[in-house]
């Protein structure tokens, strides 16, 4: 495949030039640094949401803290729209700001207006967001076969079946070419830096989830990985219990395996097979206790004992933390 195959080049310039080019984080760049964008102020009940934003889900907690620092700094940087022709703007990049802005009590904002075919908005959200990785593995399946079907009119089911077939690495086939719709969905994997291999066997599974596996991993901050390793636990109460404990718990990747590989228990059950209190819960009780018992935090010996035990406590938290993020970038590499 050449690179122009990997390119979409739109208007002259293509879309990842046009991103690049253009502000879109509210830290960086106010409105009058820019001098080669079209920005306007619009009301922002002028402003409506792109209905095929990549992007399902929102952190509600990210947009409050979002909008409390609008309250306090103001707007900056601008959102991404097109003009449509009932005299509204519809969002190509920005929708959380634009939320955020609206939950913050602004009555208009900042905005970089162009031209966008529904192609080109779709791609440029979903170079947007990829670049922020803001997009969770779902979200970006779901958005790179809707960008086949846009610009390709390769249906959602066809493209999943020709990368399933044609991208299975086949001895047999080795010397059948591949067909030009194959060629299309590979200049959109390459467009994003997404590896074939990658798309079908990591992306694809993604769609088979169970629907609350889906719902965890978009909304509850569920990796992926771990979601395809919960999959695999057939039993649906079984499986339930267990992904309630790993959110709870907030269990690695590679705790969450071992828990699966150790063998679901029986129906009905649940998860623990003894009444002793796990590890999470011992934590959880005890600082239960500890906002209970006032007079704990005014006494200097103990005070002094607790500070100690606090920042032991940070310290194996942040070696954790970084051990499992490790692991996480080793097992999508």
Same mark, same amino acid.
């Given at each position: 495949?050449?690179?122009?195959?990997?390119?979409?080049?739109?208007?002259?310039?293509?879309?990842?030039?046009?991103?690049?080019?253009?502000?879109?984080?509210?830290?960086?760049?106010?409105?009058?640094?820019?001098?080669?964008?079209?920005?306007?102020?619009?009301?922002?009940?002028?402003?409506?949401?792109? +209905?095929?934003?990549?992007?399902?889900?929102?952190?509600?907690?990210?947009?409050?803290?979002?909008?409390?620092?609008?309250?306090?700094?103001?707007?900056?940087?601008?959102?991404?729209?097109?003009?449509?022709?009932?005299?509204?703007?519809?969002?190509?990049?920005?929708?959380?700001?634009?939320?955020?802005?609206? %939950?913050?009590?602004?009555?208009?904002?900042?905005?970089?207006?162009?031209? =966008?075919?529904? +192609?080109?908005?779709?791609?440029?959200?979903?170079? *947007?967001?990829?670049?922020?990785?803001?997009?969770?593995? $779902?979200? *970006?399946?779901?958005?790179? &076969?809707? $960008?086949?079907?846009?610009?390709?009119?390769?249906?959602?089911?066809?493209?999943?079946?020709?990368?399933?077939? *044609?991208?299975?690495?086949?001895?047999?086939?080795?010397?059948?070419?591949? /067909?030009?719709?194959?060629?299309?969905? &590979?200049?959109?994997?390459?467009?994003?830096?997404?590896?074939?291999?990658?798309?079908?066997?990591?992306? !694809?599974?993604?769609?088979? !989830?169970?629907? +609350? !596996?889906?719902?965890?991993?978009?909304?509850?901050?569920?990796? =992926? $990985?771990?979601? $395809?390793?919960?999959?695999?636990? %057939?039993?649906?109460?079984?499986?339930?219990?267990?992904?309630?404990?790993?959110?709870?718990?907030? !269990?690695?990747?590679?705790?969450?395996?071992?828990?699966?590989?150790?063998?679901?228990?029986?129906?009905?059950?649940?998860?623990?097979?003894?009444?002793?209190?796990?590890?999470?819960?011992?934590?959880?009780? /005890?600082?239960?206790?500890?906002?209970?018992?006032?007079?704990?935090?005014?006494?200097?010996?103990?005070?002094?004992?607790? *500070?100690?035990?606090?920042?032991?406590?940070?310290?194996?938290?942040?070696? /954790?933390?970084?051990?499992?993020?490790?692991?996480?970038?080793?097992?999508?590499?």
């Amino acid at each position: 495949m050449t690179k122009s195959n990997a390119a979409f080049e739109l208007k002259g310039k293509s879309v990842l030039g046009r991103l690049i080019s253009t502000p879109r984080q509210e830290e960086t760049q106010t409105p009058e640094e820019s001098d080669e964008t079209k920005i306007k102020l619009i009301p922002i009940d002028a402003i409506v949401r792109n +209905e095929s934003q990549p992007r399902q889900y929102f952190s509600e907690e990210s947009i409050e803290s979002l909008a409390a620092s609008l309250k306090k700094h103001s707007f900056r940087g601008a959102i991404n729209v097109r003009h449509l022709d009932n005299n509204t703007y519809e969002i190509i990049a920005g929708e959380r700001r634009w939320r955020a802005a609206k %939950k913050a009590g602004l009555t208009e904002v900042p905005c970089i207006i162009d031209d =966008y075919t529904d +192609e080109e908005a779709l791609e440029f959200a979903l170079v *947007e967001n990829l670049q922020r990785e803001d997009l969770s593995k $779902l979200e *970006e399946t779901e958005g790179v &076969l809707q $960008l086949i079907e846009t610009k390709f009119g390769i249906s959602r089911e066809q493209a999943i079946t020709i990368v399933r077939s *044609e991208g299975h690495p086949d001895k047999s086939r080795s010397n059948v070419a591949p /067909s030009e719709e194959f060629e299309h969905i &590979l200049s959109v994997l390459a467009a994003f830096n997404i590896e074939l291999q990658t798309f079908r066997t990591k992306n !694809l599974r993604t769609l088979d !989830l169970p629907d +609350e !596996l889906k719902e965890a991993h978009l909304t509850q901050g569920l990796s =992926y $990985l771990s979601a $395809l390793e919960l999959s695999k636990v %057939k039993d649906e109460e079984t499986r339930t219990a267990l992904l309630k404990e790993v959110l709870a718990a907030r !269990l690695s990747f590679r705790e969450v395996k071992k828990r699966v590989q150790e063998g679901a228990p029986a129906k009905g059950k649940g998860i623990s097979a003894s009444h002793e209190p796990s590890l999470f819960e011992r934590v959880e009780d /005890s600082l239960k206790k500890a906002k209970k018992a006032k007079t704990f935090f005014e006494k200097p010996q103990k005070k002094k004992r607790l *500070e100690r035990l606090l920042k032991d406590l940070e310290a194996l938290l942040k070696e /954790s933390e970084d051990t499992e993020n490790k692991e996480s970038k080793q097992e999508e590499s």
